[in-house]
């Protein structure tokens, strides 16, 4: 007879809470509970936050302001949300049946370009499929954007690197570094997705503001 020892035991355990936690609101996704009712294998979210009120400021400046498309790496590039379990750091984790509408880089992207654009900041605010000869290039990576469902409270993370370059002479105006996180209020994906959007909308309009100090200059 083989024995097991208690620690063994133990660690058989945290691997199935482990896979729990992970797969909760995967499960929690699926539609109905009846075995009549057909399974939803795929739910999608959009990234679009409400848009904010602006205050009135000053009146917008002449430039013409390019927000160029956000790099990603790994599994950030894709359309699969990320999760992360808080008592296994280096192991992150994809949701198989939930998917944001457009890769994250992308939705971000344009998150940036509408909260800008509604700030009144800049005379034009354009993405380069416009082709428009731009005065400053705001671009950068997203480098963290999960949920974290077995922290405590769970909450969403995320992180954004973003520089704001001069399009004449390519020098850096500023180079910064986003970050937050947002608590979920329930353990459901439509939840979760809630807390991304809030979230993102809370980062936009931190670079809104600084943008709001940039003393803008014109080529000649």
Same mark, same amino acid.
């Given at each position: 007879?083989?024995?097991?020892?208690?620690?063994? @035991?133990?660690?058989?355990?945290?691997?199935?809470?482990?896979?729990?936690?992970?797969?909760?609101?995967?499960?929690?996704?699926?539609?109905?509970?009846?075995?009549?009712?057909?399974?939803?294998?795929? #739910?999608?979210?959009?990234?679009?936050?409400?848009?904010?009120?602006?205050?009135?400021?000053?009146?917008?400046?002449?430039? @013409?302001?390019?927000?160029?498309?956000?790099?990603?790496?790994?599994?950030?590039?894709?359309?699969?949300?990320?999760?992360?379990?808080?008592?296994?750091?280096?192991?992150?984790?994809?949701?198989?049946?939930?998917?944001?509408?457009?890769?994250?880089?992308?939705?971000?992207?344009?998150?940036?370009?509408?909260?800008? #654009?509604?700030?009144?900041?800049? #005379?034009?605010?354009?993405?380069?499929?416009?082709?428009?000869?731009?005065?400053?290039?705001?671009?950068?990576?997203?480098?963290?954007?999960?949920?974290?469902?077995?922290?405590?409270?769970?909450?969403?993370?995320?992180?954004?690197?973003?520089?704001?370059?001069?399009?004449?002479?390519?020098?850096?105006?500023?180079?910064?570094?986003?970050?937050? &996180?947002?608590?979920?209020?329930?353990?459901?994906?439509?939840?979760?997705?809630?807390?991304?959007?809030?979230?993102?909308?809370?980062?936009?309009? &931190?670079?809104?503001?600084?943008? #709001?100090?940039?003393?803008?200059?014109?080529?000649?």
């Amino acid at each position: 007879m083989v024995s097991v020892s208690p620690l063994a @035991i133990a660690g058989r355990r945290v691997a199935l809470r482990h896979r729990w936690y992970a797969l909760s609101l995967a499960l929690l996704a699926l539609g109905g509970c009846g075995s009549s009712a057909p399974l939803q294998r795929d #739910r999608f979210y959009a990234l679009e936050p409400p848009p904010s009120i602006q205050a009135p400021g000053n009146a917008a400046t002449p430039a @013409i302001l390019q927000v160029n498309h956000l790099a990603a790496r790994g599994f950030l590039g894709g359309r699969q949300i990320v999760y992360r379990d808080h008592r296994q750091p280096p192991r992150v984790e994809r949701y198989e049946e939930l998917l944001w509408e457009d890769p994250v880089p992308r939705a971000m992207s344009q998150v940036l370009v509408s909260a800008i #654009r509604d700030a009144g900041l800049c #005379r034009v605010v354009a993405i380069p499929a416009d082709r428009a000869r731009a005065d400053y290039l705001l671009g950068g990576e997203v480098e963290r954007f999960e949920h974290r469902p077995t922290e405590q409270p769970p909450r969403v993370v995320a992180v954004l690197n973003l520089s704001l370059v001069s399009a004449r002479d390519r020098h850096a105006v500023w180079t910064r570094r986003y970050s937050g &996180e947002e608590p979920v209020q329930a353990a459901t994906p439509d939840a979760m997705a809630e807390a991304f959007n809030r979230l993102a909308g809370r980062l936009a309009g &931190e670079v809104v503001r600084d943008l #709001r100090g940039v003393r803008w200059r014109l080529d000649p």
